[in-house]
Each structure stands twice: as C-alpha cells, then as structure tokens.
C-alpha cells in the first residue's frame, strides 16, 4: 500500500512548479517539484537532451508559528509542536526527496540502466536536557538535580547526540548485476562522410586508367533497441553516392542504398521478460520502500517532538516546584529573624534558614536554567533556519498542554501490541520487501550462470542507380538507369535481398566467476533474512520492554504522588510541633527539604510516564494515529488545521 498520493512517474517529469497554498495557515506544498519543458515544438524535442529543473529549498518557516507569538512569548501546545515539526522540520524536508529519486530510478530502470540505490537513513529528533531528576527522598538537599548546577555540555546534548537509524537489511556491498539488462530506450545514430580517393592501378584494364580516382558522401543511419524477451534490434540505413574516373563502370555517377536488420534473441543467458524486468520491479518495490522510509522519518520525528515537548513541560513543573520550596524556605528565615530579634531562638538557627533559602535559590536558578535550554532545542526542532530569526531566539516559550495522566491506564494485551507493532511498523514492511529486491536480484545472478547462446538473423536489402557510363561500351545484362529514387525503388521492393541465420556461442569452460558471484549472492540473500528476522525479533522486544516500562513508569507515578501527599502532611506537623517548641528549626528544614524532593520527583516521574506511553506508540507503530497525524499534510508540509493554542491578545 502507498502511503501517500504522488504523481505517476511520466507527470512528474511534466508537473510545473506549483505555489499552491495551504488553507488556514499560508504554508507552501514542501513537495520537492520538477520542471517539465515548456515552449514550442522544437524546446520540447530537446527535451530529453536537457536536465529538468529542480525546485530549490524553501528554507522560510510557516507562518504558523508567528501566529502562535505574542509579546515575545512562543504560546505552544503539543499539537501545534508537531504540526510545527510536519512543516518546518529539516529531518522531515530531507526525507521529502526520497520518492522523488525513487522514480528516478524507476525511469531509469525502464530506460535499460542499472539501479542507483537509495539511502535509507532516517534521523531521530534531538535528545535534549531530559526531564527532571527524582532524587531519593533520603537526600538532603533542596534540588532535585543531582548533577553539575550548570550544564556544561549542552552542545552533546542537544545536537551532536543525535541518532541516525539505517533501515537497511541488504548490507552495504550489492548483489551482482547478473546478465545486461537491454536498452530499453531507442538509440539513433548517423554518420555523413565526404571522401576523395586516389589510388595507383596495376592493371589499367580493370579501371581504364593507371590510377583510380573516387569522389563520394556518405550517409549512413542507425537504429538500436532492446525488448524485454532480451531481443535486441539493430537497423542500419546507409546511402551512397559516388563518381570516379573509372571507364569500365557502367554507371558513373552512381548511388547505392540498402538497408538491413539484424536480430539477435539470447535462448538461455539473458532470455525471459521477467528477468530483463527484474530492476523494474526491484524499482518499483523501491518507491515502496521509499514511502516506508518517509513514514518512518515522520513517525520518529513525531515522537521526538512529543518527548521534547514532554520534557518542557517537566521543566516548568520542576521550576514551579522550586519557586515553592524558595517561598518555604523564605517564611522559615523570616520566622527565624523574627524569634532571633526577639530573643527567642538562637542566632544558630538564622544561619541555618538561610543556608536552606540559598540552596533553594541555586535549586531554581539551575531549573530556570535547563528550561531555557530546553526551549532553544525545541524551536531549533520546529523551525528551519533554528534560531537565525531574531523573534525566534528572543521568544520564550510558553507550554499550553498541561498533559494529564489518565485515573486509570487502558488495558492492552500484549499479543495485541505485538500484532499492532507487526502490522503498523514501517521499518519492518520496508525490510520484508527489501527482502523481496534481493531475491528478484538473485534471479539474475543465477541466471548469468547459463552459457550465452544467442539466435542471429540478418536481413538486408540493396540497390544501386546512377548515369549509364558511355565508356563503358553496351551493358550486359538489365540495367537500372536513374537516381537516387531508383535506388530506394528496388531497395523496398526487394529487388536484391539477403538473408543469413546463425547461432552464436560463448561458453565459459569453468565459469568460476559466475558460479561465485551466484554463490554469494544466495549467502546475501539468506543474510538479508536473517536481519529481516533481527529486525522482527527487535520490534518485538521493543513493545514487549516500553509495555513493561509503561507499567512500572505507572506504578512509579502513583507512589510518587502518595509519597508528596505524606510529605506535605509531614511539614504541617513539623510546623506546628516547631510553633509550639517541641521540635527544632534543623527538623522543618529537614522536612521541607523532603517535601521539595517529593514534589519533584513526582513531577519526573510523571513525565517518565508520559515518555514510556510515547515509546510504546513508537513502538507499535501507533504514534501518527495517536496524535492525528496524515502522512499526506506530512508530505506536502502543509497542515490545514489551525492552531490550537490561541495567544491571549496583546494588550
């Protein structure tokens, strides 16, 4: 099954460039375009001796997502993030090629010519910063991150960490050609010559002269053709005309003409239309694979922006956690200032407060921190040209979906995933009819083992006029006095036919060469499903690991969100026993401590959660129809919904 709609092959090459415009949100058709040749008759002959034009890079950003700005603030909502992706993307525009140099190969395959391959590289969607860490509640400290204050690696984080997936099973190293494949498209040639000879004779009887001078054009045109039984025809049309000095020939001037066929059908290496189709069809099964690829870039892409987007929206919730604990931490030290002026409590105890309250601070500032990193990324993964856009860079971004964790997750066997992921998963369809190609392939290579035994026939037809010679004396015999229509007269009435037919042999008396190459390309092939069978077992482990993930990342979550609401109770009793002097100012400290790392690890684990539901529908195959993705907008780049997250008016 196609999964998006394209041009057949011959209108792609005769499309125009198209500037139709998306509805609702002024986005061009991202679809790479060809020129066809436009203009008169003769513009159009030249046509196939012309490159066609290829539209260049459209490297604008969609005007969506300065509708999603105001006041400097980037309003964001997931839905948006990712119909963002489907048009600015670059992973995705790079992809976007893929099926049109597929059809390059299939037109070249229908040509006659080899295959050039293609490249089935797909790119994830960078890491970034993560999401909150969960500290241990046992920790005694007011952050949640246990690692350095300031990310010193950001670059390796974000960028140069990301993954490419190759989703070949063909190995790097081809199968062999097998046997030539017949040149599909007609070759026409021609050849005119002017010539002058000079000869000395030996005998001045043959010629009537001691030396022999010629002058002569000649024209001559040719035909060739192969078919896909593997005949292949050549046609050669050659006319001359000459003059010579010569007394004894009996036309002076004279023109000869003729015109010949030659057939020749290979019987065993090369016979067969299914093999000399064979690159046809392995083209055709490559615009599939294609199509495959670009799903498959669309659906990693997708993910990718889901959990970037995830992660953003921990970030806040993290910082919002933070500026909590700082107020804590703030209404304790003015609640120790205050008894210390009094006289109350122990200038100790201030200290104390306030060493909580910085900690607090350096807490906040580090999330504050990760979230403006995190937001650099996710505009670079929304937009081309990343942060070259001044209001881009500027903008902060503002995430609207708040992404709830449902009261109960849905029931879903694992037999079930397991079906979806084997039904949905376009790196396994794509790798079953690879699977396919190189068994086509391997049809060639056995046949090149046959010995080259080829059927032959020549037809061809002459005839010769000119000026009857009066040196010459009386003919002998009919003559055929005239010009050079005479000539084409008796060549198309057959007036002086030949025929031959022949058989011509080649056989290789040990053919190691062939024998070898048919060797191993059947171990390729059998190495081809072994990957084939990899790459199954792995999508089964895949579902099988982010369902078990899922579930613990679940249970995770609701003990985190019991372990936060048995904190706060513990810090309004240790406030109240602290109000009446039965406890010390280090045990609210250390109370409020834990609530702040409670709450945050409620707020990672949260976002674990959500991150494990994203790879289990990456992993069945799921996460286009989860998020209404159309591969069709995907391919145009032109999502025609509007946006979700409407910003507020700027007043």
Same mark, same amino acid.
């Given at each position: 099954?196609?999964?998006?709609?394209?041009?057949?092959?011959?209108?792609?090459?005769?499309?125009?460039?198209?500037?139709?415009?998306?509805?609702?949100?002024?986005?061009?058709?991202?679809?790479?375009?060809?020129?066809?040749?436009?203009?008169?008759?003769?513009?159009?002959?030249?046509?196939?001796?012309?490159?066609?034009?290829?539209?260049?890079?459209?490297?604008?950003?969609?005007?969506?997502?300065?509708?999603?700005?105001?006041?400097?603030?980037?309003?964001?909502?997931?839905?948006?993030?990712?119909?963002?992706?489907?048009?600015?993307?670059?992973?995705?525009?790079?992809?976007?090629?893929?099926?049109?140099?597929?059809?390059?190969?299939?037109?070249?395959?229908?040509?006659?010519?080899?295959?050039?391959?293609?490249?089935?590289?797909?790119?994830?969607?960078?890491?970034?910063?993560?999401?909150?860490?969960?500290?241990?509640?046992?920790?005694?400290?007011?952050?949640?991150?246990?690692?350095?204050?300031?990310?010193?690696?950001?670059?390796?984080?974000?960028?140069?960490?990301?993954?490419?997936?190759?989703?070949?099973?063909?190995?790097?190293?081809?199968?062999?050609?097998?046997?030539?494949?017949?040149?599909?498209?007609?070759?026409?040639?021609?050849?005119?010559?002017?010539?002058?000879?000079?000869?000395?004779?030996?005998?001045?009887?043959?010629?009537?002269?001691?030396?022999?001078?010629?002058?002569?054009?000649?024209?001559?045109?040719?035909?060739?053709?192969?078919?896909?039984?593997?005949?292949?025809?050549?046609?050669?049309?050659?006319?001359?005309?000459?003059?010579?000095?010569?007394?004894?020939?009996?036309?002076?001037?004279?023109?000869?003409?003729?015109?010949?066929?030659?057939?020749?059908?290979?019987?065993?290496?090369?016979?067969?239309?299914?093999?000399?189709?064979?690159?046809?069809?392995?083209?055709?099964?490559?615009?599939?694979?294609?199509?495959?690829?670009?799903?498959?870039?669309?659906?990693?892409?997708?993910?990718?922006?889901?959990?970037?987007?995830?992660?953003?929206?921990?970030?806040?919730?993290?910082?919002?956690?933070?500026?909590?604990?700082?107020?804590?931490?703030?209404?304790?030290?003015?609640?120790?200032?205050?008894?210390?002026?009094?006289?109350?409590?122990?200038?100790?105890?201030?200290?104390?407060?306030?060493?909580?309250?910085?900690?607090?601070?350096?807490?906040?500032?580090?999330?504050?921190?990760?979230?403006?990193?995190?937001?650099?990324?996710?505009?670079?993964?929304?937009?081309?040209?990343?942060?070259?856009?001044?209001?881009?860079?500027?903008?902060?971004?503002?995430?609207?979906?708040?992404?709830?964790?449902?009261?109960?997750?849905?029931?879903?066997?694992?037999?079930?995933?397991?079906?979806?992921?084997?039904?949905?998963?376009?790196?396994?369809?794509?790798?079953?009819?690879?699977?396919?190609?190189?068994?086509?392939?391997?049809?060639?290579?056995?046949?090149?083992?046959?010995?080259?035994?080829?059927?032959?026939?020549?037809?061809?037809?002459?005839?010769?006029?000119?000026?009857?010679?009066?040196?010459?004396?009386?003919?002998?015999?009919?003559?055929?006095?005239?010009?050079?229509?005479?000539?084409?007269?008796?060549?198309?009435?057959?007036?002086?036919?030949?025929?031959?037919?022949?058989?011509?042999?080649?056989?290789?008396?040990?053919?190691?060469?062939?024998?070898?190459?048919?060797?191993?390309?059947?171990?390729?092939?059998?190495?081809?499903?072994?990957?084939?069978?990899?790459?199954?077992?792995?999508?089964? &482990?895949? /579902?099988?690991?982010?369902?078990?993930? $899922?579930? #613990? +990342? @679940?249970?995770?979550?609701? %003990? *985190?969100?019991? =372990?936060?609401?048995?904190?706060?109770?513990?810090?309004?009793?240790?406030?109240?026993?602290?109000?009446?002097?039965?406890?010390?100012? &280090?045990? /609210?400290?250390?109370?409020?401590?834990? $609530?702040? #790392? +409670? @709450?945050?690890?409620?707020? %990672? *684990?949260?976002? =674990?959660?959500?991150?494990?539901?994203?790879?289990?529908?990456?992993?069945?195959?799921?996460?286009?129809?989860?998020?209404?993705?159309?591969?069709?907008?995907?391919?145009?780049?032109?999502?025609?919904?509007?946006?979700?997250?409407?910003?507020? %008016?700027?007043?």
């Amino acid at each position: 099954m196609r999964f998006f709609t394209r041009t057949a092959l011959l209108l792609v090459f005769t499309t125009e460039f198209t500037v139709a415009q998306g509805l609702g949100n002024g986005v061009s058709d991202r679809t790479p375009q060809i020129r066809s040749t436009a203009g008169n008759f003769l513009s159009r002959l030249a046509g196939p001796y012309r490159a066609k034009e290829v539209s260049p890079v459209n490297f604008q950003n969609s005007s969506r997502i300065f509708d999603l700005i105001r006041a400097g603030q980037l309003y964001l909502s997931l839905e948006d993030a990712i119909a963002l992706a489907l048009e600015n993307n670059l992973d995705i525009e790079l992809e976007r090629f893929l099926p049109k140099i597929a059809d390059t190969d299939l037109l070249r395959a229908r040509g006659g010519g080899l295959l050039r391959g293609l490249s089935l590289l797909v790119n994830e969607a960078p890491p970034g910063i993560g999401g909150p860490n969960g500290p241990l509640l046992t920790n005694l400290t007011a952050g949640s991150t246990p690692t350095p204050l300031v990310n010193t690696n950001f670059s390796d984080i974000a960028l140069i960490s990301q993954q490419q997936n190759n989703l070949s099973v063909t190995g790097a190293i081809p199968l062999s050609n097998g046997p030539v494949i017949p040149q599909y498209d007609p070759i026409l040639s021609g050849l005119v010559t002017g010539q002058h000879l000079s000869t000395p004779e030996f005998s001045p009887a043959l010629v009537g002269s001691n030396w022999l001078a010629q002058n002569g054009v000649n024209a001559t045109a040719g035909l060739n053709v192969g078919f896909s039984p593997g005949t292949q025809l050549g046609v050669t049309f050659d006319n001359s005309l000459a003059s010579t000095n010569a007394t004894r020939y009996t036309y002076n001037p004279f023109v000869t003409s003729s015109l010949g066929f030659t057939i020749t059908q290979p019987l065993l290496q090369g016979f067969g239309a299914s093999l000399n189709k064979r690159y046809i069809r392995i083209a055709r099964n490559s615009q599939r694979v294609a199509d495959l690829v670009f799903r498959q870039q669309v659906m990693d892409t997708v993910a990718g922006i889901a959990r970037l987007y995830t992660d953003l929206v921990s970030l806040n919730e993290d910082v919002k956690v933070k500026q909590e604990a700082v107020l804590l931490a703030e209404r304790l030290s003015e609640d120790n200032r205050n008894k210390v002026e009094q006289g109350t409590q122990a200038p100790i105890e201030l200290t104390r407060a306030n060493a909580a309250l910085a900690a607090s601070r350096q807490g906040l500032i580090t999330a504050e921190g990760l979230v403006r990193q995190q937001e650099l990324i996710v505009k670079t993964a929304i937009t081309r040209g990343g942060l070259a856009n001044p209001q881009l860079l500027t903008s902060r971004v503002i995430p609207t979906d708040p992404l709830p964790v449902p009261d109960q997750e849905p029931e879903q066997a694992l037999p079930n995933l397991l079906g979806q992921a084997l039904e949905k998963r376009p790196d396994l369809a794509g790798a079953g009819i690879q699977v396919e190609n190189s068994e086509i392939s391997l049809k060639g290579s056995l046949n090149a083992l046959k010995p080259q035994v080829n059927l032959v026939g020549i037809v061809q037809n002459g005839g010769l006029a000119g000026d009857l010679n009066p040196l010459a004396g009386t003919p002998i015999g009919s003559v055929n006095p005239g010009g050079y229509g005479t000539a084409l007269g008796q060549v198309f009435r057959r007036d002086f036919p030949s025929y031959s037919i022949g058989v011509q042999l080649a056989l290789p008396v040990r053919n190691r060469v062939a024998q070898a190459d048919a060797v191993r390309d059947e171990l390729e092939v059998r190495q081809t499903q072994v990957r084939r069978q990899q790459l199954e077992d792995q999508v089964r &482990l895949e /579902v099988a690991d982010a369902d078990e993930s $899922l579930r #613990q +990342a @679940r249970a995770a979550y609701e %003990a *985190s969100v019991e =372990a936060r609401r048995l904190q706060e109770q513990s810090v309004v009793v240790a406030d109240q026993t602290f109000a009446v002097g039965l406890s010390t100012n &280090l045990v /609210v400290i250390q109370y409020q401590n834990f $609530l702040a #790392q +409670a @709450r945050s690890t409620e707020v %990672a *684990s949260k976002g =674990a959660y959500l991150k494990a539901k994203i790879a289990l529908q990456r992993a069945t195959g799921t996460v286009l129809d989860e998020n209404h993705v159309g591969i069709d907008e995907a391919y145009r780049g032109n999502v025609t919904r509007p946006p979700s997250a409407i910003p507020p %008016a700027t007043k």
